[in-house]
């Protein structure tokens, strides 16, 4: 059984930094991509980073690119989202996915097989 258990979230400002952690258990890394999603409150859970669980390709969504950064250390079983330079509008729960699926020709249509619980962050202007 697949578990995903985020951490990290919290309140802060913007033009500061956060950085998300999510452990996996029951995971096998068989060459597919782990996550983050972000849904805001009325607004489609949105993909915000991906990244190859057996190489160092990633994928951003075009409005955090330069500012967050996807990492993994499979020693740990743990994703990381390190969140530089948060905007008010990146102001959502954050969910950590595995199994990830990312259509590079078909932006807004990402989507995963396994998803964590999810973690709020709120970024104040």
């Known amino acids: 059984q697949v578990q995903l258990v985020e951490s990290g979230g919290g309140s802060v400002q913007a033009g500061g930094s956060l950085r998300l952690s999510c452990v996996a258990s029951?995971?096998?890394?068989?060459?597919?991509?782990m996550g983050w999603f972000r849904q805001a409150p009325g607004k489609e859970r949105e993909g915000v980073a991906a990244?190859?669980?057996?190489?160092?390709?990633?994928y951003y969504r075009n409005s955090v690119r330069g500012r967050f950064t996807i990492s993994q250390d499979k020693a740990k079983n743990t994703l990381y989202l390190q969140m530089n330079r948060p905007k008010p509008e990146d102001t959502a729960i954050y969910y950590c996915?595995?199994?990830?699926?990312?259509?590079?020709?078909?932006?807004?249509?990402?989507?995963?097989?396994?998803w964590g619980q999810g973690t709020q962050v709120t970024v104040s202007s």
């Open positions: 996915a595995a199994d990830v699926v990312w259509p590079l020709t078909r932006p807004g249509q990402e989507t995963a097989d396994y």
């Open positions: 029951g995971y096998t890394y068989s060459g597919h991509y």
């Open positions: 990244i190859y669980t057996r190489g160092t390709t990633t």
